[in-house]
């Protein structure tokens, strides 16, 4: 078994724009706590899905994130720990269609009489400054403003935020000092809508790359959420990947199989995929944090396809009504002819004298 690929994709969302007070979020998803400007009120996460490309060979990983919120906040940021320094530039939406077409359940339709009293089932090295905080990039991207970062020091890395206008909650500098032990990079990423406008809707993808051996799922932040976090990963790698177990509940694997670039419309999937891979999708939809006591890491398993199988019932009708609801009494009606009418002849017929 190859040794696992180590993806970094969850996101610390951090703080607002400078000089906003920070309070707790009123909702956080899997991928960390999300404020907004002056904290007055939270950022609801309605999705957030990765698509995550390895390629062992090269010992690269990157990870397109989307997400989309409702909110009233009108800046917003986060922190990305990545393994190594990353390259950041915007995301395709359209690879996301894609992959959702691609791993829709396998439909099977069904007809029958009577009508369906319920639904159908489904089948089931580093580079920090001595100290301190080295910038080693920034730019713009379309609403993004974006720096990738390095630090030796979890104090140091937090105080660097704080100067920038980043508004730590208490306690998550300290919980950084792992990642900093690590020697991981991170991109730190400000959001700004627009005058007059809120982050809100469906945001821009951003597209992460960065060199690494193992495939993880940073989650240890999320640990101090306040409510059930979520995690929904596109995987594409040479093999089928599974997660190691943990405290954490295992993930759903809805769809588990190889996709050829010939299935794809998209010309920026296709070179995003490079050839034929596995595709594995892992779905976790409640996770309690109190249970994420580390990163989520995965490895290579059994190329076992999988797609979930959805049933769909269509039931006859006769002149609009269920056909079973009119042949049944039928069908009775003609057994009694069948059966009682014999006896009833029988019965009627004059008896023979006794000799």
Request: aromatic share 8%; proline share 7%; glycine share 10%.
């Amino acid at each position: 078994m190859r040794a696992a690929i180590r993806l970094s994709s969850v996101i610390a969302l951090l703080a607002a724009w400078t000089g906003a007070a920070l309070v707790q979020p009123s909702w956080a998803c899997g991928c960390g706590a999300f404020v907004g400007h002056g904290g007055s009120s939270g950022i609801d996460v309605a999705d957030e899905t990765s698509i995550v490309r390895f390629d062992d060979r090269a010992g690269t990983e990157q990870i397109v994130l989307r997400m989309s919120v409702r909110s009233e906040v009108r800046d917003a940021g986060w922190l990305f720990p990545t393994p190594s320094a990353a390259q950041v530039r915007l995301g395709d939406r359209a690879w996301f269609r894609e992959l959702d077409r691609l791993t829709e359940p396998r439909v099977v339709r069904r007809r029958t009489w009577f009508p369906q009293f319920g639904d159908g089932a489904g089948a089931g090295a580093p580079q920090g400054g001595s100290g301190g905080v080295s910038v080693l990039g920034e730019k713009h991207l379309g609403p993004f403003t974006v720096a990738t970062l390095a630090a030796d020091d979890s104090a140091a890395l937090a105080n660097w935020l704080k100067g920038n206008g980043y508004r730590l909650s208490p306690g998550l500098g300290e919980a950084l000092a792992p990642y900093v032990a690590m020697g991981w990079k991170y991109v730190a990423v400000k959001l700004d809508p627009g005058a007059g406008q809120t982050v809100s809707g469906e945001l821009d993808p951003l597209h992460v790359s960065f060199r690494t051996r193992e495939l993880v799922y940073p989650m240890r932040l999320s640990q101090r959420a306040k409510s059930m976090q979520s995690v929904h990963l596109y995987v594409l790698a040479p093999h089928r990947v599974a997660r190691v177990a943990s405290r954490a509940p295992q993930d759903e694997i809805p769809f588990a199989g190889w996709i050829d670039p010939a299935q794809v419309s998209s010309p920026g999937l296709r070179q995003f995929l490079g050839g034929r891979v596995f595709l594995t999708e892992a779905l976790n939809r409640h996770l309690p944090p109190r249970l994420i006591n580390d990163d989520f890491h995965y490895r290579y398993t059994a190329d076992t396809p999988y797609r979930e199988t959805t049933y769909e019932t269509e039931v006859v009708r006769l002149l609009g009504v269920p056909a079973g609801l009119i042949l049944l009494p039928a069908g009775a009606v003609l057994l009694a002819v069948v059966v009682i009418t014999p006896i009833v002849v029988l019965r009627s017929r004059p008896r023979r004298p006794a000799a």
